[in-house]
């Protein structure tokens, strides 16, 4: 287990030492949500590295990451615990084979035993001396009456399981929630958490992610790359590509042997970058050209150039 970062650029550099790069708002808000024991909301564009950055801070941290992936119909049964059926009938046949039904009692069958626990029963019961972190993952996919049953969790660090009683973490998870905003968190949450919204990286930030990621790309071209990649975010489509689809590209030019960018060469990839077959036309041709002289124009020299690597990097 390793120990706690006790200040904010302690934390920063541990996070770029698992190839996080955070800057120092973003870092504020974590050390924060660590130091005050707070769940703690990322909102941001798909791609931009709010996942990642709950990875990266188990790792930190030396602890557990336990994830729930939030998804329309989730509930408690999914998210937090469920009954051993199969277990239940089985112990009941055991009861009857002994005759013992009749001094049987609900505490027989509905006990701690017979918990299936779900990741947030799990980050609640985690013991061994260290809390471990708990990544509720794009909450905003998530139904609002789930939502709901989550205030007791981030307000006390507990659940409660009508045949049992109250179950209360020993050790507080380090909770981490994302959003890419599909649709707005209720007032109700959001209150229970610090919050920050990640956006996307400045060119140099993104050059230094791509060659932390990727050191055999060239510098030349994970600048181009991001250039480029800036372009598409400024043009109007259903899906800008993110700091993931950045490095997609960019491992997919390394993987052709690629060392500059030129119009056909975008062109033949552009599904590595956009998912959207409206977006693809809409680029591909003379706006991809259009785009890939603007980058051409706007790459300077930078970090990494000549083929350097840069520090530790994120996907966001």
Request: aromatic fraction near 6%; charge should be negative.
């Amino acid at each position: 287990m390793a120990s706690q970062p006790a200040t904010i650029d302690e934390l920063q550099a541990a996070l770029r030492t698992h190839d996080y790069v955070a800057d120092r708002s973003l870092s504020t808000a974590v050390f924060l949500a660590l130091a005050l024991d707070r769940p703690i909301l990322l909102e941001g564009e798909a791609g931009v590295g709010k996942t990642e950055l709950a990875k990266a801070l188990a790792a930190v941290l030396g602890t557990r990451l336990i994830r729930l992936q939030c998804y329309e119909g989730l509930d408690v049964t999914t998210a937090v615990y469920e009954w051993n059926y199969p277990r239940q009938m089985l112990e009941i046949r055991l009861l009857e084979a002994r005759g013992e039904v009749g001094r049987a009692t609900a505490a027989d069958i509905f006990g701690p035993d017979f918990l299936l626990r779900r990741p947030i029963l799990q980050a609640l019961e985690a013991t061994g001396g260290a809390a471990p972190v708990l990544l509720v993952d794009e909450i905003d996919r998530a139904d609002e009456e789930f939502e709901a049953y989550l205030l007791e969790v981030l307000s006390d660090f507990q659940v409660t399981i009508p045949e049992i009683g109250t179950v209360r973490a020993e050790l507080p998870p380090h909770v981490v929630l994302t959003s890419n905003r599909t649709r707005e968190v209720h007032d109700a949450l959001k209150r229970r958490c610090l919050y920050h919204w990640i956006d996307y990286p400045t060119v140099d930030k993104e050059v230094e992610i791509v060659l932390a990621r990727l050191p055999a790309v060239p510098g030349a071209l994970a600048r181009s790359v991001v250039a480029f990649v800036n372009g598409l975010r400024e043009a109007d489509l259903v899906k800008p590509p993110g700091v993931a689809e950045t490095l997609d590209w960019a491992a997919a030019l390394l993987a052709l042997g690629a060392r500059v960018l030129d119009p056909d060469l975008v062109d033949d990839t552009l599904g590595v970058l956009l998912k959207y077959e409206e977006d693809v036309r809409r680029v591909r041709g003379a706006a991809a050209a259009s785009i890939l002289e603007g980058a051409a124009s706007r790459t300077t020299a930078g970090p990494g150039e000549a083929g350097d690597a840069a520090g530790p990097g994120s996907t966001g």
